[in-house]
């Protein structure tokens, strides 16, 4: 089992900036994949960045020039950096910690969600 701890959403303004953190712990041996996902209401849950296990990062286009996605190895944590946010970046963002062979997700575990709200 791993655990995610989130933190780090909040209310700002458009233009600002928030940094979420994402804290794993327990058999996360397994893990090579870290990621973000939000899911804005009446919407599909949609991946925002990830992260491998030897630093490379993927990041969605809408996100792309504003958004940075980090790890820690020695605190096992993910970082996602959101700047110059805008009102459609409001969403509930998860973290996500997977296993992934040959582009396939064997098994997930996911964060409780923390809500971002934008406001213009």
């Known amino acids: 089992q791993v655990q995610l701890v989130e933190s780090g959403g909040g209310l700002v303004q458009a233009g600002g900036s928030l940094r979420l953190s994402c804290a794993a712990s327990?058999?996360?041996?397994?893990?090579?994949?870290m990621g973000w996902y939000r899911q804005a209401p009446g919407k599909q849950r949609e991946l925002v960045a990830n992260?491998?296990?030897?630093?490379?990062?993927n990041l969605a286009d809408s996100v792309k020039g504003r958004f940075t996605i980090s790890r820690d190895n020695a605190k096992n944590t993910v970082y996602l950096q959101m700047n110059s946010l805008k009102p459609e970046d409001t969403a509930v963002y998860y973290c996500a910690a997977l296993r992934v062979v040959r582009d396939i997700a064997l098994y997930s575990y996911w964060g409780q969600g923390t809500q971002v709200t934008v406001s213009s």
């Open positions: 992260i491998t296990s030897a630093g490379s990062t």
């Open positions: 327990g058999s996360i041996y397994s893990i090579n994949y």
